[in-house]
C-alpha cells in the first residue's frame, strides 16, 4: 500500500448533489418539506440524483414481497413533488452495484472508533447491540459509498444524518490520503438550512414528525385527503397561549413553534412573517388557516402521486433509465478507484 500522504489537495471536478429515501412506508409531511420539495429546488440549480435505498432498507426487518412495491411508491413520491427525469437522475439503489462494491473498499479504510461513535447505532441497536447485524453497524460506510460513488460535492440531510456526512468526509480524506490519490474524492459538504428543515410531531413537538409514530395524528401523509389533514391539523397539540409577536417567545412552546414552522415552510416565508401575521390570535384562528395552506400545498401532490402509483409500468421505466444514468456515472469512479488500490486488471 502506498504511504499514508499529508498533503491535502481540494476536489476540482462540478458540483454534484446525492440524497436518497428508504423505502419503508408512506412518506408524510416532514419528507416533503425537509426533503422532497428541496430536491425540487435544487434539480434547477445542481446536477442532482436522487435515490431509493433500498439497500439501507434491509438492515431492519422488512417484508420481502413489498420491498418492490414500497420502491415504487417513494419514486412515485419523487415524481408528485416535481422531480422532472429529465433534469434529475432517480434510482434505486440496489440497481448500481458501484455502491456495494465501494462499501467494501471503504470497510477497509474507515476505522472501528468511528463507527462505535455513531449516535443512530446505538439508538437502532438498543440495549442489546450484540444481536443486532452488521448491516445496522456498517450502513453509514455504505451512505458514504452512495454519495462517493458519484462524487458528490453537497448532500441535503437532517440534523440527525449530519454524524453520518462527517464520516463520509473522514473515509474520503482518509482514502485520498492513505492510497496518494490527493484530491480524487470531494469532501461532500451538508445541505441542512431552509425552511422545513425539520418538521416535529403534530403531538409532541419534541419528536420529528416520523412515519414510524404509532400514532397516525402525529403526522401528515401525503397519502391522506383534505377532510383528514384538516383533521390533524385541529387535533394537533397546541397550548393555551396566543401567538406572541417574536420567534424568541416562541422558545420554549415546541407545538406552537413547529405549526408556525410548517406554515412558514409551505409558504415559503420566515417564521416571524408568520407571527406578523397572527400575533396575538389564538389557535381557533390559526389552525383553520394552517390547513388551507397544508391541503392547498399537498393536494396536487397527493393527486400526481395516487396517478404514478396507477402506472407501475412507468414509475419502472424512470427507475430502469435513471439506474442506467447512475451507473453511467460510478462505474467509471469505482473502476479508477480499483487502479488506485492496485488491483490486478488485464493489460
Not at 442532482?48 to 413489498?66: E, N
Not at 454524524?163 to 470531494?186: C, K, T, V, W
Not at 397539540?237 to 396566543?242: G, M
Request: charged fraction near 25%; aromatic fraction near 8%.
Amino acid at each position: 500500500m502506498t504511504a499514508m500522504t499529508d498533503e491535502i489537495v481540494q476536489y476540482s471536478g462540478p458540483e454534484r448533489v446525492f440524497s436518497g429515501v428508504q423505502p419503508t412506508g408512506n412518506l408524510h409531511l416532514g419528507n416533503y418539506l425537509g426533503a422532497l420539495k428541496k430536491f425540487v429546488t435544487l434539480q434547477d440549480s445542481h446536477d442532482c440524483l436522487f435515490c431509493v435505498v433500498d439497500l439501507h432498507a434491509i438492515t431492519m426487518p422488512y417484508d420481502a414481497g413489498q420491498m418492490k412495491n414500497n420502491t415504487r411508491q417513494i419514486a412515485a413520491a419523487f415524481l408528485a413533488a416535481g422531480l422532472k427525469p429529465d433534469r434529475a437522475v432517480i434510482f434505486a439503489q440496489s440497481s448500481v452495484s458501484a455502491h456495494t462494491e465501494l462499501c467494501w473498499y471503504f470497510n477497509c479504510v474507515a476505522r472501528m472508533g468511528w463507527l462505535e461513535r455513531m449516535t443512530q447505532f446505538k439508538d437502532k441497536a438498543g440495549k442489546d447491540k450484540e444481536r443486532a447485524s452488521v448491516g445496522i453497524f456498517d450502513y453509514p460506510v455504505l451512505q458514504a459509498a452512495d454519495i462517493l460513488a458519484y462524487k458528490a460535492t453537497h448532500v441535503p440531510v437532517g440534523e440527525d444524518q449530519k454524524q453520518h456526512l462527517e464520516l463520509s468526509r473522514d473515509i474520503a480524506d482518509r482514502f485520498n490520503r492513505e492510497f496518494n490519490a490527493p484530491g480524487f474524492f470531494p469532501l461532500p459538504e451538508p445541505l441542512i438550512k431552509g425552511p422545513g428543515a425539520r418538521i416535529m410531531s403534530l403531538k409532541d413537538g419534541s419528536k420529528k414528525m416520523s412515519k414510524s409514530d404509532p400514532s397516525d395524528l402525529s403526522r401528515i401523509n401525503l397519502t391522506d385527503d383534505a377532510d383528514t389533514m384538516a383533521r390533524k391539523i385541529k387535533k394537533a397539540k397546541t397550548d393555551p397561549e396566543p401567538l406572541p409577536a417574536s420567534m424568541d417567545e416562541l422558545s420554549e412552546r415546541p407545538e406552537a413553534r413547529n405549526l408556525v414552522g410548517i406554515y412558514a415552510a409551505l409558504k415559503g416565508c420566515e417564521d416571524q412573517a408568520v407571527l406578523d401575521e397572527f400575533s396575538g390570535q389564538g389557535f381557533g384562528a390559526f389552525k383553520p388557516a394552517l390547513a388551507e395552506v397544508v391541503i392547498e400545498s399537498l393536494a396536487p401532490v397527493t393527486k400526481q402521486y395516487n396517478e404514478w402509483l396507477a402506472e407501475p409500468d412507468a414509475i419502472d421505466e424512470v427507475l430502469a433509465k435513471g439506474g442506467e444514468q447512475a451507473a453511467a456515472i460510478a462505474n467509471p469512479v469505482v473502476a479508477e478507484v480499483r487502479d488506485i488500490i492496485g488491483f490486478w486488471r488485464k493489460g
